[in-house]
């Protein structure tokens, strides 16, 4: 079983910057890639971004691309996503995805982020 805390949600102008953290726990995470995805009220959950654990391979969404970035520790097994120049439609609960290594896929509760204008 896995476990996915995340943080670092909040409020914040257009603009503006937000890291999001997510910390991966339990026996035997077999790693092989993470990600973030977010669900705006009313929308479909969608792929934000994403990072294979092994080799650092890192994929964006195109409404992402050039102002998130999806970093890794992977000593101590937590996902980052450093969000720059945010806009309103940037707002949406953003959750944590882990990928276990030949089976098993885990989400967590997400953390809200809202974007003001």
């Known amino acids: 079983q896995v476990q996915l805390v995340e943080s670092g949600g909040g409020l914040v102008q257009a603009g503006g910057s937000l890291r999001l953290a997510c910390a991966a726990s339990g026996r035997a995470l077999n790693t092989y890639a993470m990600a973030w995805h977010r669900q705006a009220p009313g929308k479909e959950r969608e792929f934000v971004a994403s990072i294979r654990w092994p080799n650092g391979d890192k994929y964006y969404a195109d409404s992402v691309k050039g102002r998130f970035t999806v970093s890794r520790d992977m000593r101590k097994n937590i996902l980052y996503l450093q969000m720059d120049n945010l806009n309103v439609e940037d707002t949406a609960m953003y959750f944590c995805?882990?990928?276990?290594?030949?089976?098993?896929?885990?989400w967590g509760q997400g953390t809200q982020v809202t974007v003001s204008s």
């Open positions: 995805r882990h990928d276990r290594a030949g089976a098993g896929t885990s």
